[in-house]
């Protein structure tokens, strides 16, 4: 089974810029769909961004695109979250998450679907 661990969270102005960083290790990564999931104070957990195992096919939650922007490095084992001009409503711990898959085209949407987690990392967003 995979373990994932995230990079990159911080402190960043209203209008700036972060890019998360997800590490895969223990398996191979390039069988595994991948996503990140979000989750701000006293709100649930919502899929943010998934991408097939390749990269072919992705998805963005309406309230980031145009936004963020989720690719992938099979090579490196490392899945990526752009994030541009985030706003405070952004604000939240960032999860990694991951689900193995036979089919190339497959982009996990529901976070029910994922079976894998990173330990999450936090994303502030000072207005």
């Known amino acids: 089974q995979v373990q994932l661990v995230e990079s990159g969270g911080g402190l960043v102005q209203a209008g700036g810029s972060l890019r998360l960083s997800c590490l895969g290790t223990?398996?191979?990564?390039?069988?595994?769909?991948m996503g990140w999931i979000r989750q701000a104070p006293g709100k649930e957990r919502d899929v943010v961004a998934a991408?097939?195992?390749?990269?072919?096919?992705?998805f963005h939650a309406d309230s980031v695109q145009d936004r963020f922007t989720i690719s992938r490095d099979n090579a490196k084992n490392t899945v990526y979250l752009q994030m541009n001009s985030l706003k405070p409503e952004d604000a939240a711990v960032y999860y990694c998450?991951?689900?193995?898959?036979?089919?190339?085209?497959?982009?996990?949407?529901?976070?029910?679907?994922?079976?894998?987690w990173g330990q999450g990392t936090q994303v502030t967003v000072s207005s």
């Open positions: 991408i097939s195992r390749s990269g072919s096919r992705t």
């Open positions: 998450a991951a689900t193995m898959t036979r089919t190339g085209a497959y982009v996990p949407v529901n976070m029910v679907q994922y079976d894998y």
């Open positions: 223990g398996d191979t990564f390039s069988t595994y769909a």
